[in-house]
């Protein structure tokens, strides 16, 4: 099938490449960060994604990981569930089952928005117990009382007796200590250095009829996240996804914006990419483009018209 046009036709093809050309944006947000897909709120670069997570949650363009940064260190985010809102990572300092290695800790920036998922829980290990402040002495001075999670207790038993790389180091029981951060508040700070202990560990599920074998367990640390303030999704941004495009916002005025394929940003969503290559070539429908940018596209119908 070949395409006959006059000459005004190709003015006209030429005039709408430049007025496109006008919105490209330098950095057309990603769908994917390695095998993450990456939906609203989260982003791969400034302007992508919403602005209150873009300074915590980045993706290396190299290496395609996506990272979490607090001000306690980087973090590798293994998965993402954005229907339950929830974000889970990795700490490369974290001890395990199949390694035990010295942490400084594990916080949150106090305006992240981010809080722990109720799921998630921390194991203190090696603690000083003459000087951890996790022990308090008792009243009448008799003794000294954990201020841990007492009926969490058998996690520590568990931990130190059947989980190899720990059992090895011989540590007693009475040193361990279950943190669940939903007591400690959103912003939960573990510094290691002025809890007095050598490591911890973090799961966020024990899976069913695993407690007694740690080396089953999920480690790593369950986050959750709101969209603002009442956790409302915001509408302009379906469209926006449905549309193939990735949702935004201005770098200068933080205003939301609709990053569609080629690095065009709009206001609503992307279907006026489809709607226009259907204006010009009528038996082009959105169907038949697929993924393929719209701006890739004029510049074939320029060549074409040559």
Not at 106 to 129: E, I, N, Y
Not at 206 to 221: A, D, K
Not at 228 to 255: K, L, M
Not at 263 to 268: L, W
Request: hydrophobic residues 30%.
């Amino acid at each position: 099938m070949s395409l006959k046009c006059s000459s005004s036709s190709f003015f006209f093809v030429l005039f709408f490449f430049f007025l496109l050309s006008s919105h490209v944006s330098s950095q057309a947000c990603q769908k994917t960060c390695g095998q993450i897909p990456i939906k609203y709120p989260l982003g791969t670069g400034s302007g992508c994604g919403d602005p209150r997570f873009t300074r915590y949650i980045t993706c290396d363009p190299d290496q395609q990981t996506l990272t979490l940064t607090t001000h306690t260190g980087c973090y590798p985010i293994t998965s993402v569930d954005y229907a339950k809102q929830e974000i889970y990572v990795t700490d490369p300092s974290m001890s395990t089952c199949a390694c035990t290695r010295p942490s400084h800790g594990f916080g949150l920036d106090w305006d992240a928005p981010f809080s722990f998922h109720d799921d998630t829980v921390f194991t203190l290990l090696d603690c000083s117990v003459d000087e951890s402040p996790v022990f308090t002495p008792l009243s009448n001075g008799s003794g000294r009382v954990s201020l841990c999670d007492r009926q969490s207790s058998s996690i520590c038993t568990f931990l130190y007796s059947n989980c190899r790389a720990i059992s090895l180091i011989n540590l007693q029981v009475s040193t361990c200590c279950v943190y669940v951060p939903l007591d400690l508040g959103p912003s939960f700070e573990m510094d290691l250095n002025k809890l007095k202990c050598s490591s911890y560990s973090g799961f966020y599920n024990l899976g069913p009829g695993q407690e007694s074998h740690p080396e089953n367990w999920n480690y790593g640390i369950a986050l959750k996240y709101k969209f603002n303030v009442f956790d409302e999704y915001p509408g302009v941004c379906g469209g926006c996804e449905r549309s193939n495009g990735a949702c935004g916002f201005n770098t200068q005025t933080s205003s939301f914006v609709c990053n569609c394929p080629g690095g065009i940003n709009t206001t609503s969503d992307c279907f006026f990419l489809y709607n226009s290559a259907s204006i010009l070539v009528p038996w082009l429908s959105s169907k038949r483009m697929g993924n393929v940018p719209f701006a890739w596209f004029v510049v074939w119908m320029v060549m074409s018209l040559q």
